[in-house]
């Protein structure tokens, strides 16, 4: 129902005090968090944009100052004609989709063992811990070792037992296997926290209340964990992703890339572009390209978690 | 709040975080990244400074040399300190690791003024500091500069023409060699003697000695797989063929290496590779290489001869006194090919002229007979001629300086552009799938010729038309 106003109830007009005043009240929030955006911004968008701008460059050192050229779209034309570049995604997949299935089962079934363990759990995850813990050039190393044909510790073990050691990472079909066992060992235990910390947060009044209803274990973990978990599993996969797209370190000591080209990767070829070959502008074209790649994944990862979200 | 709020605030946040990106955007524009041409160089020939007869020399400024970290190192070292008591003049010694020494270089030579006054200069990537102007052409700093010819220039790794983009003869003087890596054959002695077989001359005696004493225990020959371009193209210098090869009449250059020598020589790598060499013949680098031979179990090979000391060491080798050298076989007698390796010091463009003088006069001292032969008998590897035939009388080194010697007439160099990096990753790529079979020797070589083609004709030579 409308009433009519009378003039004593018409407010006048706020004074230019009084609106500056209720202007800083409603962006007060801005005003706090605008350093801080502003100085990401210039941490992560001006290094971002310098990458997009070599890639379309040729960048070179002369008398010690940078001589830019553009060249538009020239690193896409080199990008598809280099014979490299599709073994080397090629290799990459095939690492990232094993070594990201393989780590999430293997992650997935210890930490729900050690989550139903009542003893020794800080025992456990101190242990598992420790391969996260080792620099990425030390483990590199020391798989080196152990993988070396002539006087490895694995070949050396399995003479004990009178059978021949393999040619590890001189043998194509072998050398990429060997180099996603390295990062089985050396990453399970980051995907093992993650779902561990996730398995260890939810609530467990649906288990007994499933229990009581008569539910068996196995339905339990599919009807009632497993859902519950799917958001940690989702980030833990997409982490995981991001990091196995960008190997490096495992690949540059174990076999730089061999033998032939089984184990070349993107990152590396970026490396060896980059600094072997100092071809600034097509290393980034590159980098950039990878980046894409990733995104790709996150953004199928972040519908992939909204989709599942109970 | 809380959904309304954070909506307001994504859609206030908005045109600030555009007006943001755009900041950058333009900050980028203007960094300092935006010179589109090079300076105009300004370190203008210097006069060598005569030398008085009534005053006392006056010590220099101190220098400070990027040096890398590798075995030679204390024979470097030695040579340093003899320099520092014998002058006075200071010098400081910045020891990096190889995988650090072309980004420390690439720093120093960005900067506006270079931390160090004497760069280590590798085989593989001194070309590009030649190329761009990063180090100072020697006659700069001394006019009268001459390098004496005892000192071995590893064919013309010295020198840039930046005419032809290449180390050639009629080259402008950059570098001086600091060490002499060249490839030797190593062969175990004991083993030869015992199957009454003399040192090899060709790639069949070295077959035939492979066939001989390989066993169970014994590989008869093993090849360098990591890399693999630097040992395979003295195969197939000594076969008479190259990678690329330079028409100094037309200034046009060839791809040869997809030519029936380079196929010969790869067909004989392989075969001596695979047929002879440990199980892991594709997974050997320089390293495994040595311990291979100081451990006994390998015949012969083919490596840098600054690998030799490794040999006599107590410390690491079970063979002291068994392995013999000689200059790598060839193709038929007296073809043979070794590949030089070395180092070169150069002087960075961006100094004062007075550091300038100082790193030549530490160079120009260092390749004196006197101190080659003090730098060889602190066990490194020296650069001249005289000294290498001096030394091969010596009793402890003379077993592989005398091959030293006898290899000066049969160094070949790698290919030597600006573009030489990216021509490397092609041969590497290459000879390790032929090695592995991942594809045909002939596939190898037709795939590779065609990249290097590409390689050369984008970056705007002369190029030959590519032989089928």
Redesign the interface.
Known sequence: MNTPLNSSSVSRPPGLISRLGNFIDR?F??WTI?PL??TL??LM??PS??LL?MSVSE???????????FVGLKHLE?AL?D??VPVALRNTLVFVIAVVIIETLLALTISILVSRSHHLVGLYRTVLLIPLLVPPIAIGTMWRLMYD???GFINQALAVFGIPGP?W????KLAMPSIILVDLWHWTSFMFLIILAGLESLPQELNEAARVDGATESQIFRYITLPLLRPTLVTAVMLRTIFAFKVFDEIFLLT?G?????T?VISLYIY?VF?????LGYASFLALGLAVIISVFVIFYRRLGRRTQI | MNLHFVKKTQRSLFPILSLLIAFSFLLAACGPGTTTEAPAPTAAPTEATAPTTTEAPKPLPPITILINESPWLAGFEALVNKYVEETGNQVTLNRTPFNGMLEKSRNAVQASESEFDILTLNEQWYMQFYADGLVTPIKDIDPNFQLDPQVIEYEWATRWDPELGYSSQDGELYGVPINGNIMLYFYRKDLFDAQGLAAPQTWADVEAAAQKLKSADMAGYVVRANPPNWEFQAFLASYGGSVIKLDEQTGEWEVTFNSPEALEALNTWLKLGREYGPANYADNGQAEMIALMASGKVAQMVLVGASAPDFDNPEKSTVIGKVAAVPVPGSAPGMNATMSGIWVMGIPHNLPDERKQAALAFLNWALSKEAQLFYAQSGAIPVRQDVYEEMADDPKVGWWMKAMADSTPFIHAQPRLAETPQIIEVLDRRLKQALISEVTPEQALSEGAREIHKILTDAGYKVKPLAE
């Open positions: 962006t929030q801005y605008a955006v502003i911004l210039l968008a001006y944009l310098q701008r960048v070179d050192i002369v008398k010690g100052h940078a001589v830019w050229e080199t004609q014979p490299v044909y002539n006087y040619t990472t001189a043998d194509p730089g061999g033998p032939g080209t089984a070349e060896d600094s072997g070959q100092f071809r």
